[in-house]
Structures are given as structure tokens and as C-alpha cells.
């Protein structure tokens, strides 16, 4: 039997591959947010916040539950991600993705 997986969230806002046997497998699935450059699969705000800040982006504001960020060369566009990563969803993908053409894609996970 071959082995497959479904990428969850921890509670700490990890990322990490379940492993499931193909026979019992549900028919769970999800999106990731890949950064194309290095084909990196995006599993923490840091890991995002980094390729991010490369792109020039950097915090702009935040509090608890939320982390902005802006261009540092003023543009007007804001980021919004949740600041425990379990509670990152393909919106705040999209967004990262609308707003970084041909840094980033989304894509299915099985």
C-alpha cells in the first residue's frame, strides 16, 4: 500500500504532512502557499514574513491577533495575516499572492 499524507496545522502554527495510508484515506483537502523562486512551501508567519521583507515588505502594525504589513516604498497595499498561523486560510494566501505576482502561487493539497 502506498503511504500519502494531508499538510495540517499544529497548534503552534506549523505546518507538518500527516502521514494516512491510501486505503483509509479521507478525501480531506487543502491549499498551500508556495513561494516559486525557491519552491518553498510557506509553513510559518516567520518563513512568510522573511520572503516577504526580501520583497519589501515590512510590520506595520499589530496586536494580538493580527500582523500588517506594508511596502516599505510607500505603496499603499497592507497585507493582513492571523498571527497564530493555524488560522492562515486561502484568503490571506490569495492576498499574498494578488499582491506578489510571480512570488508566490497557491496550490491543492491532497
Do not use: C
Amino acid at each position: 500500500m502506498a503511504a500519502g499524507g494531508v499538510w495540517v496545522f499544529r497548534k503552534d502554527g506549523v505546518m507538518e504532512l500527516e502521514r494516512q495510508e491510501s486505503s483509509s484515506a479521507s478525501s480531506r483537502s487543502g491549499k498551500a502557499l508556495v513561494y516559486v523562486p525557491a519552491n518553498e512551501t510557506m509553513r510559518s508567519l516567520e518563513a512568510l514574513e522573511r520572503r516577504l521583507g526580501s520583497l519589501g515588505w515590512e510590520r506595520y502594525y499589530e496586536n494580538r491577533d493580527l500582523v500588517q504589513l506594508h511596502r516599505r516604498d510607500g505603496g499603499v497595499d497592507l497585507i493582513a495575516l492571523p498571527r497564530d498561523f493555524a488560522r492562515f486560510r486561502s484568503t490571506h494566501m490569495y492576498d499574498v499572492v494578488v499582491k506578489n505576482r510571480h512570488h508566490f502561487k497557491v496550490v491543492d493539497i491532497v
